[in-house]
């Protein structure tokens, strides 16, 4: 089973950059695809991003513009990258694969915060 796992989460100021990585061995069959979603402390969970399984990429329209996936396929890991953060941006990333029932995991969530 696909067991995606978060990191490089952190602190930043206002307009600031970020970049996360989702860790999940196994996901680069083409048989599975990737959400990436937030959620901020008190709020409901948000859909982020999506790398479908033919490598499209999709972005909610709060990030569009500011965020991007790539990938790095020789470490089984995919990124998002986030560019002129806002404060709104503030909450638990969490990257979740898709697909037959091997694909399916959630990692366990990277905090990003952003300070105004």
């Known amino acids: ?17 970020l ?6 061995p196994g996901f ?10 937030r959620q901020p402390a008190g709020a409901q969970r948000e859909w982020v991003s999506r790398l479908t399984r ?13 965020f991007a996936i790539s990938v790095d396929k020789a ?12 404060p709104e941006d503030t909450a638990m990333y969490s990257c979740q694969t898709w697909g037959p029932s091997w694909c399916r ?7 990003v915060t952003v300070s105004s």
Not at 54 to 66: L, T
């Open 1 to 17: 089973a696909v067991r995606p796992v978060e990191s490089g989460g952190g602190s930043v100021q206002s307009g600031g950059s």
């Open 19 to 24: 970049r996360v990585a989702c860790i999940a």
């Open 28 to 37: 680069f069959s083409g048989t599975c695809g990737m959400n990436w979603h």
């Open 54 to 66: 033919e490598g499209a990429m999709e972005y909610s329209d709060s990030v569009a513009g500011r």
């Open 75 to 86: 470490k089984d890991t995919v990124y998002l990258q986030m560019d002129n953060l806002k």
């Open 105 to 111: 995991g959630w990692g366990q969530g990277t905090q």
